[in-house]
């Protein structure tokens, strides 16, 4: 079963703009992650944000994460066209090294 | 590139048969989890090995079974195919078991087997 919800499903813009997609879980958790995947590829881990964080930053990506909500973020600053993919979050709980993944969103950037 | 390899790329079989894929984990490593993902969703977990032993089980059924070997590669084996059972499966290698000191908490994931099944 999935625990996270993406929200938007699919989400395009124009190449430069920002993109912010969210994510919403239901148990608590010791980490959340998320994941870019290309034409149905395998997944390439983006960042990690444990539960005791509450933003974190890589390069052009930033997360948020609010326990209280269960929710998170991720925001793709000045999109180019090779951020266009799928985008998942995943969730792991304490004492357990499954993840948990949304249905993910589809990001297009257009040119 | 993780360094995690999976064998082979793509798969065809018939309902009924049974199939083998196969995932080399990443130097270092010595865990390694399955997930299936049907078209247009999520990775599900389906199990994870740590150390030659299954270490944790998601919801799928008996005919799902796998093996870790010394090297800390591994093998996803499923029998009785079902149509339903058409997915990519991506492997993920990771350091350490639960709750162990030094485990890590990031999963790499190798590019995936695409198995379609008619």
């Known amino acids: 079963s999935q625990q996270g919800e993406e929200d938007p499903q699919a989400l395009s813009i124009q190449e430069g703009e920002n993109a912010t997609m969210n994510c919403s879980y239901k148990?608590?958790?010791?980490?959340l992650q998320w994941y870019r995947q290309n034409s149905g590829r395998g997944l390439v881990h983006l960042i990690l944000?444990?539960?005791?964080?509450r933003e974190k930053h890589s390069g052009r990506l930033r997360v948020t994460l609010d326990t209280s909500k269960k929710s998170s973020s991720l925001l793709i600053t000045a999109s180019r066209a090779a951020d266009t993919a799928s985008y998942f979050c995943?969730?792991?709980?304490?004492?357990?090294?499954?993840?948990?993944f949304g249905q993910g969103t589809r990001l297009t950037i257009n040119p | 590139e993780t360094g995690v390899t999976q064998s082979p790329t793509h798969l065809i079989k018939t309902r009924g048969q049974q199939v083998t894929l196969r995932c080399s984990s990443q130097?270092?490593?010595?865990?390694v989890s399955w997930y299936q993902q049907a078209l247009g969703q999520g990775p599900q977990f389906i199990f994870q090995?740590?150390?030659?032993?299954?270490?944790g089980r998601g919801n799928f059924p008996p005919r799902f079974s796998g093996l870790q070997f010394p090297n800390y590669s591994s093998e996803l084996n499923v029998n009785a195919l079902e149509l339903d059972d058409s997915a990519l499966y991506l492997c993920?290698?990771?350091?350490?078991?639960?709750?162990?000191?030094?485990?890590?908490?990031?999963?790499?994931f190798g590019p995936g087997t695409r198995l379609t099944v008619l």
């Open positions: 993920a290698s990771s350091r350490g078991g639960v709750g162990l000191a030094g485990a890590t908490d990031t999963q790499y």
């Open positions: 148990t608590s958790i010791n980490n």
């Open positions: 944000i444990r539960s005791n964080e």
């Open positions: 995943a969730t792991a709980s304490q004492g357990a090294q499954k993840l948990v």
């Open positions: 130097s270092g490593h010595n865990t």
């Open positions: 090995y740590y150390r030659e032993e299954e270490n």
